[in-house]
């Protein structure tokens, strides 16, 4: 599974004449529950060898600091104030760097007395953020809370995802094989306003490469393509596909991954039914299966698809498949309700647990299965970007056929205003989870207009 790494560097502060003791408290009692939340996911990148308790007070300490965080290459940075801190340090070293940065500090227990000063915590944040905001340091914010509440552990572990998306984003090589289909204009992309303004990288690979590699490795009779064919026909029932369509498909996803990996790109966007005839069989399934092993791929060759479904799979952590979907048709008797489908392109691992999941003429059939549901789109129009986000659940509804779910909203009329109204097309990206806030929080580091389901956009008739 190609999963999401985030490399963070942790820079506490305190103010210099305020204790040390109580200082490394704090520091030791919050650094032990960061290095708890998502640890496959995350590389933390301490001071302990610049700084006297790995605490960042002193102004000559910045440029070690600094050097040592561009050393070791880190994505984010987190600020945590100790204390009222020393917004001299803490900024010179985030102006530095100018990657994603984190404010927080722990609530303060009491104010001060005429025996002893507290900490002044908040009042430190307020100074501090002042300055972020003059060096041009984009920030984010855990409000002002005790370090074992649950706000401070789910904004940190939010924060983790926000870099995830942001370093996904402008790291991304989209493997781009074919061209759209002709019909569908709703899916041009300016490729290269992607790459100099968000530095996403499309790399072109031709079907018939694809096909190339797919026939080398049925020829050879290669090992992964062996366990490949085995294990799709252990899963999925195939009596409706012919077993030479299976062994082709088996030999396709062999392909598509290798020439991604070849090619360094984690996301990929496909022409598909416009080229079965080249492959030798749909792609569909192969989309699917890719997805499971963490490198989504966008039907219809939708390039800003692509860019969509490497976000979910970066918020998500590669904890989960991410699938693109058609949006369809209305529930018949739910009004908040919309079907979401494609004809066969969904993870596996989303299926419903007690549906069998089919291949039908090479396409997967199956339901996915319930729980809660982020669907988000990332498109452009007139040279700005937009992230279209919003969260709902998987519900009952009529069964059909290839992939799909019935996602259940608060208001769908709001829902389906918002997407006609902005530049978006017919295509959503889905994941299993709440992730609309990391979502609306990378748009901001990225530059993107996000656009809030929740929220009201212009009305329909």
């Given at each position: 599974?190609?999963?999401?790494?985030?490399?963070?560097?942790?820079?506490?502060?305190?103010?210099?004449?305020?204790?040390?003791?109580?200082?490394?408290?704090?520091?030791?009692?919050?650094?032990?529950?960061?290095?708890?939340?998502?640890?496959?996911?995350?590389?933390?990148?301490?001071?302990?060898?610049?700084?006297?308790?790995?605490?960042?007070?002193?102004?000559?300490?910045?440029?070690?600091?600094?050097?040592?965080?561009?050393?070791?290459?880190?994505?984010?940075?987190?600020?945590?104030?100790?204390?009222?801190?020393?917004?001299?340090?803490?900024?010179?070293?985030?102006?530095?760097?100018?990657?994603?940065?984190?404010?927080?500090?722990?609530?303060?227990?009491?104010?001060?007395?005429?025996?002893?000063?507290?900490?002044?915590?908040?009042?430190?944040?307020?100074?501090?953020?002042?300055?972020?905001?003059?060096?041009?340091?984009?920030?984010?914010?855990?409000?002002?809370?005790?370090?074992?509440?649950?706000?401070?552990?789910?904004?940190?572990?939010?924060?983790?995802?926000?870099?995830?998306?942001?370093?996904?984003?402008?790291?991304?090589?989209?493997?781009?094989?074919?061209?759209?289909?002709?019909?569908?204009?709703?899916?041009?992309?300016?490729?290269?306003?992607?790459?100099?303004?968000?530095?996403?990288?499309?790399?072109?690979?031709?079907?018939?490469?694809?096909?190339?590699?797919?026939?080398?490795?049925?020829?050879?009779?290669?090992?992964?393509?062996?366990?490949?064919?085995?294990?799709?026909?252990?899963?999925?029932?195939?009596?409706?596909?012919?077993?030479?369509?299976?062994?082709?498909?088996?030999?396709?996803?062999?392909?598509?991954?290798?020439?991604?990996?070849?090619?360094?790109?984690?996301?990929?966007?496909?022409?598909?039914?416009?080229?079965?005839?080249?492959?030798?069989?749909?792609?569909?399934?192969?989309?699917?299966?890719?997805?499971?092993?963490?490198?989504?791929?966008?039907?219809?060759?939708?390039?800003?698809?692509?860019?969509?479904?490497?976000?979910?799979?970066?918020?998500?952590?590669?904890?989960?498949?991410?699938?693109?979907?058609?949006?369809?048709?209305?529930?018949?008797?739910?009004d908040n309700a919309e079907l979401l489908w494609h004809c066969g392109p969904f993870p596996y691992s989303l299926r419903d647990p007690d549906s069998i999941a089919e291949l039908t003429d090479g396409q997967e059939r199956f339901p996915l299965k319930k729980g809660g549901i982020t669907l988000c789109r990332f498109d452009e129009a007139g040279g700005e970007y937009y992230l279209f986000g919003g969260e709902g659940k998987a519900?009952?509804?009529?069964?059909?056929?290839?992939?799909?779910?019935?996602?259940?909203?608060?208001?769908?009329?709001?829902?389906?205003?918002?997407?006609?109204?902005?530049?978006?097309?017919?295509?959503?990206?889905?994941?299993?989870?709440?992730?609309?806030?990391?979502?609306?929080?990378?748009?901001?580091?990225?530059?993107?207009?996000?656009?809030?389901?929740?929220?009201?956009?212009?009305?329909?008739?």
């Open positions: 599974m190609n999963k999401p790494t985030v490399v963070l560097g942790v820079a506490p502060t305190k103010r210099g004449f305020l204790s040390m003791e109580e200082a490394k408290r704090q520091k030791d009692a919050f650094m032990a529950v960061v290095r708890t939340v998502k640890p496959d996911s995350v590389r933390i990148v301490d001071i302990d060898d610049i700084c006297e308790n790995g605490i960042l007070f002193e102004t000559d300490k910045i440029s070690p600091v600094v050097e040592k965080f561009k050393d070791a290459r880190i994505d984010a940075l987190f600020l945590p104030h100790c204390d009222f801190g020393e917004e001299q340090c803490a900024a010179g070293v985030a102006a530095a760097l100018k990657v994603p940065t984190l404010m927080w500090g722990a609530r303060d227990e009491r104010p001060n007395t005429d025996q002893s000063r507290g900490r002044d915590t908040q009042c430190g944040m307020f100074a501090c953020t002042k300055v972020l905001r003059r060096f041009g340091v984009q920030y984010s914010y855990i409000w002002n809370c005790e370090t074992q509440s649950k706000d401070f552990r789910q904004g940190f572990e939010n924060f983790i995802r926000v870099a995830a998306v942001v370093k996904a984003v402008k790291t991304l090589r989209i493997a781009k094989f074919g061209a759209r289909p002709q019909p569908f204009m709703s899916v041009m992309a300016n490729e290269g306003e992607l790459a100099t303004k968000l530095g996403v990288t499309t790399i072109p690979i031709s079907p018939n490469a694809v096909a190339a590699r797919a026939d080398r490795l049925q020829q050879e009779a290669a090992s992964d393509y062996a366990a490949c064919r085995e294990d799709l026909k252990t899963r999925f029932e195939t009596s409706r596909t012919p077993e030479k369509t299976v062994d082709r498909i088996a030999a396709l996803k062999i392909a598509v991954k290798q020439l991604m990996e070849e090619n360094n790109c984690s996301a990929g966007a496909m022409e598909c039914w416009s080229a079965a005839s080249i492959f030798g069989a749909p792609v569909c399934a192969v989309l699917g299966e890719l997805s499971d092993l963490g490198l989504p791929l966008a039907c219809e060759t939708d390039v800003n698809g692509a860019v969509t479904m490497a976000m979910l799979h970066a918020a998500a952590l590669g904890e989960d498949g991410v699938f693109l979907a058609d949006l369809t048709i209305r529930h018949p008797e739910n519900v009952d509804g009529p069964e059909t056929t290839g992939t799909y779910v019935w996602f259940e909203t608060d208001n769908w009329k709001r829902w389906e205003e918002k997407l006609m109204f902005g530049p978006y097309i017919h295509h959503v990206g889905g994941v299993y989870g709440n992730y609309k806030a990391v979502l609306r929080e990378a748009a901001r580091y990225l530059g993107l207009t996000f656009d809030d389901a929740d929220q009201q956009g212009i009305y329909s008739l």
